[in-house]
């Protein structure tokens, strides 16, 4: 998120008062931006694995359907970025959280190749070309409406708004824009930099939590108190979700390297989509999608699962998301993230049941998240909020430092330099930049 920290005075009250009325707008539109995207992907979804199986009597989670479904994903979305008007944007891969605006014009085709993706069951979240659209469409439209309001203002709002909308609090963007604001040039409180952002993020939050009630809580047993070896197993088990997490990290640009060596769009997410449609006919429809669901109940049914079971979850959602992301599928990388965090602590309850599953899971969250998102912030929060348990903060707070000591001189897993195809000059790479 570096490459957009904007230069902001610190405004005055007045500024601030006045301001909150454009914060409100696109905080909520940001919010209705998301819920319209993920409406439409969850009726393509149930058509696709509910409706059309039902109607032909088959089972969808045979491996053969689950592989086809990936398979013509794979088509839909190349097709998209090959043939669409504005290519569906950037590979994701090469894109950051928050990123410059693109062209208006791009934006149809990245919302058309995000709906394929998550309806079709690839393992990307929607917050990298949700974020996208929503920076888009507000910097085109406030540009024109609040001709006064700094573009570099809006594009903070419109990712806050839809940052607090994805994860149902605006205390997720207040935290992913800490970061950012501390690094701002001029004078002023952070709080005053931080107002209008947290403006468009409650506004977002709460428009996204009337129309869809979203949330990261796993319904798990009470956690009441804090021993010594919770805390040791929660640094533990933190370090080693954090090294999982950096290994797909440092295998991630080679299989970027190896899917773009084709040198087609097409040709590169229909492999991607194949190679989906294996991942998941192996590892059953709990690996398939951006995790979010599947996560809880993965967690909620754990009973259900062996060790062995658990470990080939864990390994197929992460080359999974290798994959899709590799692949030049549109998406984010943070949900199918917390997923396989998730499922580590899953899997290290199942393997040491002393270790309480809060504790298993929120640092499996955390240390993945992390080892992904390189924030921190981020980790911590999203490592609480699928505990629901405010006990669980203190001991994340500890647990990540040794795993930040990891992740401080790791590679990003972010692709620095995009890649272009001959046959569409910016399809895959930096269209609508």
Not at 127 to 144: F, T
Not at 267 to 286: K, N, Q, R, S, Y
Not at 415 to 426: A, D, E, M, N
Request: glycine share 12%; with cysteine.
């Amino acid at each position: 998120m570096t490459a957009t920290q904007p230069e902001l005075a610190a405004p005055s009250v007045r500024q601030l008062v006045l301001l909150s009325i454009p914060a409100v707008v696109v905080g909520v539109v940001s919010a209705l931006a998301l819920w319209a995207i993920e409406a439409l992907a969850g009726l393509v979804e149930d058509g696709v694995w509910t409706n059309l199986p039902k109607a032909l009597g088959i089972d969808p989670s045979s491996g053969w359907w689950i592989f086809a479904v990936l398979t013509v994903t794979g088509a839909a979305v190349g097709l998209t970025v090959w043939l669409v008007p504005g290519h569906a944007g950037p590979d994701s891969a090469t894109t950051e959280l928050v990123a410059p605006p693109l062209r208006p014009a791009v934006v149809p085709s990245l919302a058309l190749a995000t709906v394929l993706g998550l309806a079709g069951g690839v393992s990307l979240g929607p917050e990298n070309p949700i974020i996208a659209i929503n920076i888009s469409l507000m910097v085109a439209l406030v540009g024109r409406l609040w001709k006064a309001v700094p573009l570099q203002l809006v594009l903070m709002m419109a990712a806050s708004g839809t940052i607090g909308a994805l994860f149902g609090t605006p205390v997720a963007a207040a935290l992913v824009f800490t970061g950012m604001v501390a690094a701002i040039k001029g004078g002023g409180a952070l709080w005053d930099k931080l107002f209008l952002p947290l403006v468009a993020a409650a506004a977002g939050s709460l428009t996204m939590t009337l129309l869809a009630h979203p949330h990261f809580g796993i319904p798990m047993p009470a956690y009441t108190t804090v021993t010594g070896w919770d805390v040791l197993a929660a640094i533990v088990l933190g370090v080693i979700a954090t090294a999982v997490g950096l290994v797909g990290v440092i295998v991630f640009p080679l299989v970027h390297r190896a899917f773009h060596a084709l040198r087609h769009p097409l040709l590169m997410t229909l492999l991607g989509g194949a190679v989906l449609g294996g991942l998941g006919a192996l590892g059953g429809p709990i690996t398939l999608f951006k995790g979010l669901t599947q996560m809880g109940q993965l967690v909620t049914s754990r009973a259900d699962y062996s060790a062995g079971q658990l470990t080939l979850i864990v390994l197929v959602k992460l080359a999974a998301l290798l994959v899709a992301a590799g692949a030049g599928f549109r998406g984010g990388r943070i949900f199918p993230a917390v997923f396989i965090g998730a499922a580590i602590g899953t899997l290290a309850n199942a393997l040491v049941p002393g270790i309480p599953i809060q504790i298993a899971v929120a640092a499996g969250v955390m240390g993945l998240t992390l080892a992904v998102a390189r924030d921190g912030w981020i980790a911590i929060f999203i490592g609480v909020a699928v505990t629901q348990n405010l006990l669980i903060l203190p001991i994340l707070c500890l647990a990540i430092l040794p795993a930040w000591l990891m992740v401080s001189k790791a590679p990003e897993m972010l692709i620095k330099q995009p890649v272009l195809t001959p046959t569409s000059p910016r399809a895959a790479g930096g269209a609508g930049r």
